[in-house]
């Protein structure tokens, strides 16, 4: 069964650092763009970043742009969430993705709709 599994979530001040990592079970993910999404209590769940299956092309929310950076290691079935300047408001539930292709059509990459596995989630908490 395929899978995918983040980690490295936790409570942590306002202005630090988190690295989440999200773990997929078949290499058939290396092919996949792969995105991360996140829901805080109360609200929908949202887009935060997507990166296509060669790591080129990268897309950010407007509220996390210039603070966390997506990331992928292939060899390692490997996506990364470097989260830095961490606000309180970025406390959330997040999600790693598999998108249903390798490349991201600007249009449609931060729609749930276009991603097929999701990870459990993990949570972060930003206390101020």
């Known amino acids: 069964q395929v899978q995918l599994e983040e980690s490295g979530g936790g409570l942590v001040q306002a202005g630090d650092s988190l690295r989440l990592s999200c773990v997929a079970s078949t290499r058939t993910f290396s092919y996949r763009a792969m995105g991360w999404f996140r829901q805080a209590p109360g609200k929908e769940r949202e887009f935060v970043a997507a990166l296509d299956w060669s790591g080129g092309v990268s897309y950010y929310a407007d509220f996390v742009k210039g603070r966390f950076t997506i990331s992928r290691d292939t060899a390692k079935n490997m996506v990364y969430l470097q989260m830095n300047s961490l606000k309180t408001e970025d406390t959330a539930v997040y999600y790693c993705?598999?998108?249903?292709?390798?490349?991201?059509?600007?249009?449609?990459?931060?729609?749930?709709?276009?991603?097929?596995?999701w990870g459990q989630g993990t949570q972060v908490t930003v206390s101020s």
């Open positions: 993705a598999a998108n249903r292709s390798p490349s991201l059509a600007r249009t449609i990459m931060s729609r749930e709709v276009e991603y097929d596995y």
